[in-house]
């Protein structure tokens, strides 16, 4: 049975930081890439990061570069995301996603993961 669950969610203020962690179970994590997607209401899906298999390449959205961090532990079949100076327009459901590729980069979309998470929501305030 397939799960992907995240947590670290919360609500902080404009310039804070919180951190995401996603744990997958039942599925070859360790052979696959893994992305953090987000929504906002009113607001398409979009993709905030992913991280190859082995981690040696990440991509970040123009928006979250030099303010978001992510990582992943293969033997824990976890993956992370850092995120600092957070501001207002971060606010958004975030979503653990593992592809049925092993790489991901620019032209990832959410069709490339099968694999998702329900989500945890953070909330930044001006």
């Known amino acids: 049975q397939v799960q992907v669950v995240e947590s670290g969610g919360g609500l902080v203020q404009a310039g804070g930081s919180l951190r995401l962690t996603c744990t997958a179970s039942g599925l070859p994590f360790g052979s696959k890439a893994a992305a953090w997607f987000r929504q906002a209401p009113g607001k398409e899906r979009e993709v905030v990061s992913c991280?190859?298999?082995?981690?040696?390449?990440?991509w970040y959205h123009p928006s979250v570069e030099g303010r978001f961090s992510t990582s992943r532990d293969n033997a824990k079949n976890t993956l992370s995301l850092q995120m600092n100076n957070l501001k207002p327009e971060d606010t958004a459901m975030y979503y653990c996603?593992?592809?049925?590729?092993?790489?991901?980069?620019?032209?990832?979309?959410?069709?490339?993961?099968?694999?998702w998470g329900h989500g945890t929501q953070v909330t930044v305030s001006s």
């Open positions: 996603a593992v592809s049925r590729f092993f790489v991901c980069g620019t032209s990832s979309s959410a069709a490339d993961f099968p694999y």
């Open positions: 991280i190859r298999d082995n981690a040696n390449v990440k």
